[in-house]
């Protein structure tokens, strides 16, 4: 099977939306009348952000989802999508199984894939993801307000945990909760929904990808903030509750959650609350933000938490 073949069988398919989908030297897309194009970009590379021996169906899915989540954390509805493949051989086995991962995600947020890429390479994987909001409107890093409630969706940790296990730098034995790490390191859901019901609620937002300290992180430091985080706070998963201070550094610094960070004023916390209830997905009030630069995690009796590290850094 040759490259043009693996696209034609397992990447060409309709896309209603865009004015021109796959196969011409360019796509063309329109967006809805008065509305901003958002555009983001995530790459996925063997060894660095999956193990070799992850289902390609999985990968197929968390390609697309990290990207959903940016837009998400943007307030913003996702429509079209371009993917790179560099592929070591065109294996048509694991072409149809991450086609399926990527595709039951796509169709489940109405997204189009409308080009692409596709070369003879280390398995490397990237999407280009391309999204509407109304005109003018974003939650954007920027714009966090002292006195702001910091909040995130979700259970964080669970994504570090599986990782974490996987390296052997923990020795959980709790099968459930390693399912459920495995199954979020996996298949993350992108809280769409919930960053749409945000636009009008909350101030900044982003995902967390690399660390939930070192997301917020990214918000306070557009914003020329500072925030204090409350340790007891954070959610997680139940079986993580009376092991709290075990797995801090998974809650507050772990990777991989791509819940949303945000802040609100504190007017809007009954309205978050319920957005958040018709979204079906938890959300926690875990901080606020105050004047300065940075973020503080602290106890119950509000002394401050250091973590060896607040999260990711491909080249730290
Ligand atoms: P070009 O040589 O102009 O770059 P290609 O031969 O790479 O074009 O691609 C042919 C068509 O197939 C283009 O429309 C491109 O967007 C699409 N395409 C290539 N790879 C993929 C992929 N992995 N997924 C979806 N569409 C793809
Ligand atoms: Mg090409």
Known sequence: MNEFELIGRYFK???????????????????APGHDLHMSVDMLVEGRHFFADVAPRALGHKTLAVNLSDLAAMGARPRWALLSLALPRADE?????????????????????????TTCGP??????????????????????????????????GLGALAVRQRLGWLNVNDAELLAAAQHKLEY?????ALGAALLPLAHAAAD???????????????????????????????ALEARRA???????????????????????????????????????????????????????????????????????
């Open 123 to 156: 398995l490397t994987l990237s999407v280009t993801i391309l999204g509407e909001a109304p005109a003018g409107r974003a939650l954007r890093r920027a714009a966090a307000q002292i006195g702001d409630d910091v909040w995130v969706s979700g259970e964080l």
């Open 188 to 192: 993350p859901e992108p809280r769409l």
């Open 208 to 238: 967390v990808s690399d660390g939930l300290l070192a997301d917020l992180g990214h918000i306070l430091d557009e914003s020329a903030v500072a925030a204090e985080v409350w340790a007891d706070a954070l959610p997680s998963h139940p």
């Open 93 to 117: 086995a694991w072409a149809a199984e991450f086609a399926a991962g990527f595709f039951a995600l796509a169709d489940a947020h109405g997204v189009e894939l409308i080009g692409g890429d």
């Open 246 to 316: 075990e797995f801090l550094s998974c809650l507050a610094a772990g990777g991989d959650d791509y819940e949303l960070v945000f802040t609100a004023p504190p007017a809007q916390r009954s309205a978050i609350e319920a957005a958040a209830a018709d979204c079906g997905c938890r959300v926690a009030r875990i901080g606020r933000v105050l004047a300065g630069r940075g973020a503080r995690l602290l106890d119950a009796a509000g002394g401050q938490v250091k973590l060896d590290k607040e999260g990711y850094d491909h080249f730290g």
């Open 13 to 31: 398919r309709p896309s209603p939306s865009a004015v021109l989908g796959v196969g011409d030297d360019a796509a063309i897309v329109r967006p």
